[in-house]
């Protein structure tokens, strides 16, 4: 675990479950580790905790610059930060297309932007975002989450054409039902939320749901100078759901 040695990285939506397991993990590897969250209290003093929103180009500015004054540059930016939403198109309102969509692709954008000026004078810059099976897999319940991380996997795809020339590499992950405080909320909304959580295991061709720490690996592997020909690839972490 000393494969980030030296090297400085920037997690949104870092307080909690992926992201949260991510900067720990990044940390562990030998990563000095920033966290931007709306509220960024509750991380390990182990990590420099920055407020943002991801949706307001001003706070995202002006915390990716204070990260980046504390950490001395930005070598690795996890996008990381989303939110979920349930339905078919008749379910959800224009309003709430718009809110998800600012918050899991523009956030993206946003982030991005003003991290690269960072990520240019890096030796090993890298770009990782947290997209998920939604992308492909063709969700019930799931038009508006999906759409939003299918148009997460094309600007993937996008900003690694666009920046390998400067040595920038960017993937994805595209995580399967990861056992999150977002899904223990799922969950604590079922009228039986034992019975629904055996259910959810029952689905996973593994049998149990994936751990944050399996994702956080996969983006630190992504992340790292060891995947250094590796740019513009989603890597499944799902349990075989996508491929079985
Ligand atoms: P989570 O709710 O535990 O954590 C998400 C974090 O993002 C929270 O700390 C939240 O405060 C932060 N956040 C939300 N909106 C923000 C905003 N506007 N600005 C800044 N921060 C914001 O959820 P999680 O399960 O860890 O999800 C993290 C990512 O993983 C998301 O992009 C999600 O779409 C993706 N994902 C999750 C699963 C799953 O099953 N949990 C599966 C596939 C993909």
Not at 30 to 45: C, K, Q, S
Not at 117 to 129: E, G, Q
């Amino acid at each position: 675990t000393s494969t980030l040695e030296g090297l400085t990285a920037l997690v949104t939506g870092g307080a909690s479950g992926i992201g949260l397991a991510t900067a720990q993990l990044l940390g562990e590897c030998g990563a000095d580790v920033a966290v931007v969250d709306l509220d960024p209290t509750d991380i390990p003093t182990s990590m420099r905790g920055f407020t943002a929103d991801v949706t307001d180009d001003d706070s995202v500015r002006s915390a990716v610059d204070r990260a980046a004054r504390g950490l001395g540059g930005i070598d690795i930016l996890v996008n990381n930060a989303g939110i979920g939403a349930a339905g078919t198109v008749e379910d959800n309102s224009d309003e709430e297309w718009t809110r998800v969509l600012d918050v899991n692709v523009l956030g993206i954008v946003r982030t991005t932007r003003a991290a690269l000026p960072y990520l240019r004078r890096s030796a090993h810059p890298s770009v990782v975002n947290t997209c998920s099976i939604a992308a492909t897999a063709g969700l019930p319940q799931r038009a508006l989450y999906s759409a939003s991380k299918g148009a997460v996997l094309s600007l993937t795809l996008a900003m690694a054409a666009d920046h390998v020339r400067e040595g920038i590499r960017v993937n994805c992950v595209n995580p399967g039902t990861v056992d999150t405080p977002w899904v223990g909320r799922l969950l604590d909304a079922a009228a039986d939320p034992v019975a629904e959580r055996a259910a959810l295991n029952g689905r996973q061709p593994t049998g149990r749901l994936v751990t944050a720490q399996e994702v956080a690996a996969a983006i630190a592997y992504l992340a790292s100078p060891a995947a250094g020909s590796t740019t513009g690839t989603a890597l499944a972490i799902d349990g075989g759901m996508a491929g079985l």
